[in-house]
């Protein structure tokens, strides 16, 4: 059983929220009894969520600017406010050397993870500042805190996640609204999948097992529940006068 926030009837819009970290952190918020809007580019998964979970949901890809300010425009005229945002939806990219990618590698990458976080707080913070409260959390990575060779425009993007994390937790705070991300190290989704088979394509599984050796704290890949438990803890008056602070969940890969 997991620990209750008392966030029954707070309005939350989360993105990316089809699969993975946000479909999780959209499971908990539906036990609380937020209302909720669900925002993906993936009509069908998105839809399965909704159906599932009584939310609202908004197909749009959160690299549009247009769509962007659609989803919040959603949010606003079906429950009047915005009181949590889980701006989360982002892609791996393709892994290669720097000098074997092209501009549109990086350039894809950018739009969704580093361009996207942020249009999405421009929209969501017009609506928390008059409101005089709210609260964000921003999935950034343990990307956004060290290099990684072959890695570069998600690297880049996921260290802007923690910029704009910054900047947005110093224009809110005088507003009353708290801005955070969470940086998680290696997890069992389609993303932490996918990278496996970036990584070896002709053994994948072999890369899963190694990868979750390498984590000091279990010797395992986390999951998208442990995650959910950490947002849902930043979301909630539990974490009052937290902002503007980068959250690791890696099981000590990077305490060294
Ligand atoms: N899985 C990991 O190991 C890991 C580690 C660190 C950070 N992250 C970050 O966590 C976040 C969630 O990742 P996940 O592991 O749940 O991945 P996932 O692929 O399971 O889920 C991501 C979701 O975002 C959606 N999405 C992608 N691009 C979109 C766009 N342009 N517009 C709207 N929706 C879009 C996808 O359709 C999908 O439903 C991402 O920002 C990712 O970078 C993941």
Request: proline content about 4%.
């Amino acid at each position: 059983m997991s620990v209750r926030y008392g966030l029954e009837g707070q309005v939350a819009v989360i993105t990316g929220a089809a699969n993975g970290f946000g479909l999780a952190v959209a499971q908990r918020l539906a036990d609380e009894g937020a209302k909720l809007v669900l925002v993906d580019r993936d009509a069908d998964g998105l839809h399965a969520a909704a159906g599932k979970l009584g939310a609202l949901p908004v197909v749009a890809d959160v690299s549009s600017e247009e769509e962007v300010d659609g989803y919040v425009r959603a949010a606003v005229d079906a429950h009047g406010r915005i009181d949590l945002f889980f701006n989360n939806a982002g892609i791996e990219g393709r892994m290669a050397p720097m000098t074997d990618m092209s501009a549109d590698d990086f350039d894809r990458v950018w739009k969704v993870n580093a361009r996207g976080v942020w249009l999405g707080l421009r929209a969501v913070l017009k609506v928390m500042k008059p409101q005089g409260s709210g609260v964000v959390v921003n999935t950034a990575s343990m990307a956004s805190i060290k290099g990684a060779a072959t890695f570069s425009p998600y690297i880049a993007s996921k260290h802007a996640v923690l910029g704009i994390t910054k900047s947005a937790a110093l224009e809110a705070a005088p507003y009353g609204i708290r801005v955070n991300c969470v940086a998680p190290g290696h997890f069992d989704t389609r993303m932490g999948r996918d990278l496996t088979h970036q990584i070896n394509p002709d053994d994948p599984d072999g890369v899963f097992r190694a990868v979750g050796e390498s984590v000091p704290y279990g010797k395992r890949y986390g999951t998208a529940a442990e995650v959910a438990n950490l947002v849902l803890w930043l979301l909630s008056q539990e974490s009052e006068y937290v902002s503007g602070a980068l959250y690791l969940i890696d099981g000590a890969l990077n305490a060294g």
